[in-house]
């Protein structure tokens, strides 16, 4: 038996071994020790991340996309949730939804869905495997971002390193309320291009509320990213995002940890998009909608037009109340920023406008009426306005808007 488990364990060592050749050298100075026990940490964290499916999909993307019956899903190992009763539908949506545009709007759909869709009374969750895992810096960070990983908005109230020393540039804009209860926007679907694996390129909107001092900042974060280290592709994806201590110790990407409890069965948080826009030729949006449901008080999202689930108001601290402020925009992250060739949006800069630079349109908030309207002011946020860039505007049908993004290192950046 003895002979047995040394067996074992030099084998996997040997196939740890193999898998970080070609890792940096600070990786591949693990002991060997470290390594067996980092990989018996992995196949813990996907026994509690991987619920047994009703069903398994195989996306045409190679993600495998496994159907979970809704009171079996990872949520519910949030200490708080144990005896939660799912919300099936919100109580009220926002007044003031529809809009109308002379532009035709393009449908856009999950890869996964090509191959089949999950049975009534479940959630389609994308598999993690072990090599997902293993690209983190850590099992513990694993689908979790770095501390202060938001733009500054308030100077003033707030403290914090400069974004850009840490890696992140943004182009977005932003609202501050008193109190607001969500928001909803068109946000143009694209695919930009990564310079390298653990660059990432995301377009989002973010509620928030408290902020870094005293580390209470609570943010709901909601869009479609580019990021070959968390999933192994380049494919544009739908993510979710939520902290309540200023992503210290809480919250994760998508479902990667207990929080955020999903009750359709159309949409895989974390799932491919298809098809995107392409420059100088068809358009492709996708509405997003967040808002706080004031009967029960969790915070819903919808995905066009798919009720998605909801984030139970008590899992936060500051948004269990409301949100004080509303950003939508762009986000690049590159160990090189400053040099490096990461896209933000379309890759192209906002004065190129339609079809050629990436806009979200109809920004509208949430009230205390529960009521959809424009923002009244927006502020602009960006660091290096020669790499990434954003214009805001109103217009017709477009409402509020703005146009974002850049190439990142061109002869003008940095």
């Known amino acids: 038996m003895a002979a047995a488990r040394a067996c074992l364990v030099a084998l996997v060592v040997a196939l740890t071994f193999l898998f970080m050749e070609g890792r940096p050298t600070a990786a591949r100075k693990m002991s060997a020790g470290n390594l067996v026990q980092r990989r018996l940490e992995v196949r813990s964290l996907l026994r509690r991340l991987n619920k047994p ?46 809009h109308h545009s002379n532009i035709t709007p393009h449908l856009i759909t999950q890869t996964w869905h090509q191959n089949g869709k999950c049975p009534e009374h479940t959630i389609p969750i994308r598999r993690t495997k072990e090599e997902h895992v293993l690209r983190a810096s850590s099992v513990r960070r694993f689908g979790t971002k770095m501390p202060r990983s938001i733009p500054l908005v308030n100077p003033i109230n707030d403290t914090n390193t400069p974004n850009i020393l840490r890696g992140h540039q943004y182009a977005a804009a932003s609202a501050r309320y008193d109190k607001c209860y969500g928001s909803k926007g068109t946000f143009n ?15 989002q909107l973010w509620i928030t509320a408290g902020s870094y001092n005293g580390n209470n900042l609570n943010t709901i974060e909601v869009g479609w990213q580019v990021y070959p280290n968390l999933y192994g592709d380049t494919n544009t994806r739908l993510f979710i995002y939520w902290t309540r201590d200023a992503y210290q110790t809480t919250g994760c990407y998508n479902l990667l940890c207990s929080g955020f409890i999903q009750t359709s069965n159309q949409i895989t948080i974390g799932g491919s998009i298809s098809p995107t826009s392409t ?5 492709y949006d996708i509405d ?50 400053g040099q490096t060739s990461t896209h933000m949006g379309s890759g192209h800069f906002p004065n190129e406008g339609f079809g050629k630079a990436s806009h979200i349109k109809n920004i509208q908030v949430v009230n205390s009426s529960n009521c959809l309207n424009p923002p009244s002011y927006v502020g602009l946020i960006t660091e290096q306005n020669n790499c990434y860039n954003v214009q805001s505007g109103n217009y017709g049908d477009w409402g509020t808007y703005i146009y974002y993004g850049g190439p990142g290192n061109n002869p003008n950046c940095p």
């Open 53 to 98: 499916p009703v069903a398994s999909i195989q996306s045409p993307d190679g993600d495998i996309i496994d159907c979970v019956h809704i009171s079996e899903q990872p949520a519910f190992d949030h200490p708080l949730l144990k005896n939660h009763t799912i919300q099936m539908c919100p109580s009220y949506n926002p007044k003031g939804m529809q």
């Open 189 to 203: 679907m694209w695919k930009p291009a990564i310079a390298r694996a653990n660059d990432f390129s995301l377009t």
């Open 279 to 283: 420059y100088g030729g068809t358009q």
């Open 288 to 337: 997003i909608l967040v808002w706080k449901d004031r009967a029960g008080g969790n915070w819903w999202l919808q995905v066009g037009g798919y009720n998605v689930g909801y984030w139970p108001s008590y899992i936060f601290s500051d948004l269990a109340h409301s949100a004080s402020t509303i950003m939508w925009g762009g986000e690049i992250f590159s160990p090189d920023v």
